[in-house]
């Protein structure tokens, strides 16, 4: 993760985040803290379901941890209950081999509409979201909030350009902005200006209204 390093020490990017608390202070931490614990709560029974039934489809890991940059650059394990093969990278090389345009569009998005890593019962758990329920310990960790910029890896995050600052302000959401404004139907260009407005705007009202409408 050297590049990583680079962006979280970079001048722009500490002149802007350097001493200062993730976006939202200590009232969005409280909200995060509480509406985590409920969640988990609530939702235990399907949380224990979702683990047997990935374990026993195909015997493999119960969780993906992907490494992604959050508040301040720093890097943690994004938690996702696991929904590719367990040789998903050979599987996705293979497919840009024989898909030159499925490559561009990886490029453009960092999204496949045809993903071949995916499995039959991940393609089920990303079409509810429920992959992500695993975030809801990350944020207990404080490595993420309910409602924040989509976690980036630190390619993604050069992308950003002069708008990284404004990412590496807040702490990465379980949902946010972009989720709730047509996710895979617009460009990435647009998901940097939904993370931008979010930061710049921020209200525990906006939040509340991004979970209603999630």
């Given at each position: 993760m050297k590049s990583a390093s680079r962006s979280a020490s970079s001048p722009l990017f500490n002149s802007v985040t350097a001493g200062a608390p993730p976006v939202g202070g200590i009232s969005k931490r409280s909200f995060d803290i509480l509406v985590a614990l409920a969640a988990l709560i609530l939702l235990s029974p399907i949380f224990l379901l979702i683990m047997a039934l990935v374990k026993y489809t195909d015997g493999g890991s119960i969780f993906y941890g992907h490494r992604r940059i959050g508040y301040n650059g720093t890097t943690f394990r994004c938690l996702k209950f696991r929904t590719?093969?367990?040789?998903?990278?050979?599987?996705?090389q293979q497919y840009f081999e024989e898909n030159p345009e499925a490559l561009e569009e990886w490029r453009a998005t960092r999204k496949l509409q045809d993903d071949p890593r995916v499995t039959v019962l991940g393609t089920v758990l990303r079409k509810l979201s429920l992959d992500e329920l695993p975030q809801l310990i990350n944020i207990l960790k404080g490595e993420m909030s309910i409602?924040?910029?989509?976690?980036?890896?630190?390619?993604?995050?050069e992308l950003y350009e002069a708008s990284a600052v404004y990412y590496l302000r807040s702490r990465p959401g379980l949902t946010g902005l972009w989720?709730?404004?047509?996710?895979?139907?617009?460009?990435?260009?647009?998901?940097?200006?939904?993370?931008?407005?979010?930061?710049?705007?921020?209200?525990?009202?906006?939040?509340?209204?991004?979970?209603?409408?999630?």
């Open positions: 590719m093969a367990e040789n998903g990278d050979a599987l996705l409602v924040g910029p989509r976690p980036v890896v630190d390619e993604e995050l989720q709730v404004s047509g996710r895979n139907d617009v460009s990435y260009a647009a998901r940097i200006a939904f993370d931008t407005h979010y930061v710049r705007n921020w209200s525990l009202t906006r939040d509340l209204v991004i979970v209603v409408r999630t």
